[in-house]
């Protein structure tokens, strides 16, 4: 079976402060990271990889820059990169992604299983992953936490509200994953950093993958950005301080205050 | 497209606002790369006007024939026999909120019921604002199912044309919304926190960059402009008793072949977190701060003799403190009880939208610059080490 992992490039949002006079984001300094649900989304594939010796290709999309994190999921053990990098790309909101993505998917090949970050820690939209499915018409499975293959059974386990299910699908089937528990973000050592720098790479525009102008950028978008601005501010908290029992003597008559001690 | 005009006087007031890093200086003029989404940052704090957005009208649908709110109605199992099933409050919230566009554009309030049973469902969705319910009764809607609920979903859009579709951003509506949105070529925004009608579209807000900055979107071009909107966000409205909505019962063509992801199991623990985290009207919840597994229990007790649940911090999930189904945050569970209590947590981004909504915060840190206090009302600045195991104490005298 061939494997294709979606990833992204992203702004590391823990390491984002905001001005607080401006109300303005503080970039700098802020380091680009592979998206953290992704990360464990090329674990599972290369876990999958491992066992049964099936091909993995990953593919991202966005500026030159991103190629990075397609060459660390290479030094992870990844067979195949691929970057879509275009101008057209620009603006492009979750449903102009996901056809360029599918786009992309389809040039690499026969691909049996897709796999992705549940969501992207920037746009926390979770909407690419079953946007590129339904491009593709193949089935999802969302939010999951394990993935096994048994033949031609794709078996996932996927969190539902207070618990799980059990799911199959046979491929090709695409499906978005969670950070469990089950995998661990690794980081690559040197000599497989050396060693990635041999493997394919491939950085296709979007003549390149035979993407439509019209569906592509802020034209093809369905949604626009209207305004962009700083979170509300909220009103200063009422301070004490006091360790140990001035502490204690402070929540409870907030407590109290607030009649959340009941008399 | 962008683009910076002669204007530009290379003052370098664009660079650091940027959002994407996608700004350089090249000879004392604006250059954008292709990190750019097209944003508009940049554009609003220009001194000079230099930079413009161009938006390119793409081919005029008609869209005059589009109307109505609807909202997805989301089942959830509750365990017990004789009701094996219930509406999910995120339902009424959404009606709740889709009450008011309606009535603002002056059009239907519609929820969209998919089921393999009626329980008389209707009744409770009229309470809470639907004029009509659009059924759909089949053996094979027993269980959500991705391939079979959005292609009702689309056959129902496609015959209706309603101008607005709301749901809720559970696991099932995130996992819905974007398979009907990529179908039907519409706009769907993510994660609203607040939707108004300007100049007769949906203005949609959302957080973006980890609660950072907030983002207005417009679906100018497509119908349905469809959103997803977290549990807790939208204010329940008061159901008016006996109000009714019409049935509007509907058919679909479904069969076995287009159920091509099966159950083969299903494990739900009716008193885990999430569930009770959510509904939750006291949250004690700890962060890293609180050191190790057993010093975080003191935070059950507390919770215990405060009638509320435990939460815990991404970090305190990660360090093995708590059960991820207790985790409060962008990815955890989104929560807005009465009380927030909570201590140890400094307050990442991901951590405050998933709380901030809560009407009293009260939050304890030694770092008296942690940002949660920014959103707490109360914050205490000492150590939760010495101070919880006294407010134990304390709280078990006074009962």
């Known amino acids: 079976m061939h494997i294709a992992v979606m990833i992204k490039q992203v702004p590391d949002s823990t390491e984002v402060k905001i001005n607080p006079e401006t109300g303005t984001l503080i970039r700098a300094g802020v380091p680009s990271i592979l998206n953290p649900y992704d990360h464990f989304a090329l674990e599972a594939a ?18 030159p820059q991103a190629k990075s994190v397609v060459q660390l999921a290479l030094a992870l053990g990844a067979d195949e990169g691929v970057l879509l990098s275009d101008m057209a790309f620009a603006g492009s ?10 786009k992309g998917i389809k040039k690499i090949g026969k691909v049996d299983i897709i796999f992705c970050g549940m969501q992207a820690i920037d746009g926390d939209t979770a909407q690419t992953g079953p946007g590129v499915a339904q491009q593709l018409g193949i089935p999802q499975i969302t939010f999951c936490e394990h993935v096994d293959v048994d033949g031609r059974r794709v078996l996932a386990r996927k969190q539902i509200d207070g618990g799980h299910e059990l799911l199959e699908a046979r491929p090709p089937v695409l499906l978005t994953m969670i950070m469990g528990k089950d995998y661990a973000p690794k980081h690559p050592s040197f000599l497989a950093v050396n060693g990635s720098l041999k493997k394919p790479f491939h950085v296709w525009s979007a003549a390149d993958i035979g993407a439509e102008a019209q569906y592509l950028g802020l034209k093809g978008s369905p949604t626009q950005v209207d305004k962009i601005y700083p979170p509300p501010q909220r009103e200063k908290a009422a301070m004490f301080s006091g360790s140990g029992q001035e502490g204690v003597e402070k929540i409870l008559s907030v407590l109290r205050g607030e009649n959340f001690l009941g008399e | 497209m962008i683009e910076v005009s002669k204007k530009c006087i290379g003052c370098n007031k664009c660079v650091p ?47 005059s024939g589009y109307k109505g709110v609807w909202v997805y109605v989301e089942l959830s199992e509750t ?78 859009v496609t015959s209706h044309k309603p101008s607005i579709m709301l749901y809720g ?40 960059f980890g609660g950072n900055i907030m983002a207005d979107i417009l679906a100018p071009r497509s119908r349905p402009q469809m959103s997803t909107v977290r549990p807790n966000v939208m204010k329940l409205a008061e159901p008016v008793h006996g109000r009714a909505a019409v049935v509007v019962r509907e058919s679909a063509r479904l069969d076995k072949s287009l159920r091509r992801v099966k159950v083969l199991e299903r494990k739900i623990d009716h008193g885990a977190g999430t569930a009770r985290i959510e509904n ?30 435990v939460g815990a911090s991404r970090a305190a999930v990660d360090l093995g403190f708590k059960e991820k189904t207790h985790q409060v945050g962008q990815s955890g569970t989104t929560v807005s009880p009465k009380l927030y209590l909570c201590f140890g947590i400094s307050g990442a981004v991901q951590h405050i939208v998933g709380m901030k909504a809560s009407d009293v915060i009260v939050a304890v840190n030694k770092d008296p610059n942690a940002p949660i206090f920014n959103v707490a009302r109360y914050g205490i600045v000492g150590d939760v080490n010495e101070i919880v195991p006294k407010l134990v104490e304390a709280l078990k005298k006074g009962k």
């Open chain 2, 17 to 63: 606002v940027c959002p994407f890093a996608a700004i350089n200086m090249i000879d004392k003029k604006a250059t954008m790369n292709e990190a750019c989404t097209l944003c508009g940052v940049c554009v609003q704090v220009c001194p000079v006007q230099a930079i413009t957005i161009t938006r390119e009208e793409a081919s005029a649908r008609d869209l």
């Open chain 1, 93 to 102: 909101d979750t449903w102009a992604t996901s056809y360029a993505l599918a």
């Open chain 2, 169 to 208: 951003a559970t696991i099932q509506g995130r996992d819905l919304a974007p398979r009907v949105a990529s179908t039907l070529y519409v706009g769907l925004t993510a994660d609203c926190t607040a939707l108004a009608i300007k100049d007769g579209l949906l203005l949609q807000s959302r957080p973006a």
């Open chain 1, 46 to 63: 290369l876990e999958l990889k491992k066992k049964h010796g099936f091909k993995l290709s990953v593919i991202s999309m966005g500026p």
């Open chain 2, 280 to 309: 939750a009207n006291v949250i004690v919840s700890g962060g890293r701060g609180m050191k190790t597994k057993e010093k975080f229990k003191q935070l059950e007790e507390i919770s215990k003799l405060l009638g509320g649940v």
């Open chain 2, 79 to 156: 365990g017990d026999k004789t009701h094996p099933k219930k509406i999910k409050q995120v339902t009424f919230e959404l009606l709740s909120a889709g009450r008011k566009l309606a009535d603002e554009l002056g059009e239907d309030l519609c929820a969209v019921l998919l089921t393999d049973k009626n329980h008389g469902y209707e009744k409770e969705l009229g309470e809470y604002g639907a004029d009509k319910v659009y059924m759909v009764e089949h053996d094979e809607l027993f269980e959500y199912n991705t391939d079979i609920f959005s292609s009702v979903i689309v056959g129902l």
